[in-house]
């Protein structure tokens, strides 16, 4: 039985404040909750159907049975999952060192969870372990980006941090820091490193002027016709899928 303590609890994990407090966030579905327990995440409780306990009893974690009317009590989707965790954030810090050799992903003040979740999910499509964000970046544990990740946070770790001070120490160590401008270089005809950080701006206002100075590098995605009209820019989640595949369709060669 879902005791009225564990609902509050997750229905407080809705905001970030309460998150970063306990350390904590919720992810909801099979699939999801499947991928999290192959990569070893760490589940402190499962709440799932009666048909899903015999399939989720483990010594790793709590596993608590929940009628229909508790999952929807509890769920955040428009139709509740049959299953949901509760899981410990990820704790992992950033060596500046370690870049040297990867491909790395920043994000400058992304903001809409979807855009967040698929980049996570690109990320970890193309084997890049860590993604940097600003500050202001939307949280990634929020409900709505784990669910857009379906899984893939647990293989990308994910780091906030002062992006333009970051950079900066990046560029004294002569690593390369790639940027999405509309008045960039052609990316199908510049030359790609196999490693480097690759930024990516906000949705509405791009790459911020103070990350903007500490781009060594500046792209384009070019558009199929130079005359095209109506079209400002691609979603920044399709830009990162369309950037990421040229870098490593590059490093096949």
Request: net charge negative; aromatic share 6%.
């Amino acid at each position: 039985m879902l005791s009225k303590n564990k609902i509050k609890l997750i229905n407080s994990l809705s905001l970030k404040k309460n998150r970063d407090e306990e350390e904590l966030f919720v992810a909801e579905g099979e699939k999801i909750i499947k991928e999290l327990i192959d990569a070893h995440f760490d589940i402190t409780t499962i709440i799932c159907s009666d048909k899903f306990s015999e399939r989720y009893i483990s010594s790793d974690y709590e596993t608590i049975v929940a009628t229909d009317v508790e999952m929807k009590k509890i769920s955040s989707l428009k139709t509740p999952s049959q299953i949901m965790a509760i899981c410990r954030k990820k704790n992992s810090l950033l060596n500046v060192d370690n870049l040297g050799n990867e491909l790395t992903i920043a994000l400058d003040d992304i903001q809409d969870p979807g855009n967040m979740g698929t980049i996570i999910r690109l990320a970890s499509w193309f084997g890049i372990k860590e993604i940097i964000c600003s500050s202001h970046t939307v949280d990634c544990y929020n409900p709505k980006v784990i669910q857009a990740t379906m899984g893939s946070i647990a293989h990308v770790n994910i780091h906030y941090t002062d992006l333009p001070d970051l950079l900066s120490k990046i560029n004294k160590k002569g690593l390369p820091v790639y940027g999405t401008f509309l008045d960039g270089e052609n990316i199908y005809e510049t030359e790609l490193t196999k490693n480097g950080i690759i930024v990516f701006g906000n949705e509405g206002n791009g790459i911020s002027k103070e990350v903007e100075k500490q781009t060594s590098h500046k792209l384009l995605i070019p558009p199929y016709k130079q005359d095209i009209q109506n079209v400002e820019s691609l979603n920044v989640s399709i830009a990162t899928s369309i950037v990421c595949a040229e870098f490593r369709r590059r490093s096949m060669k």
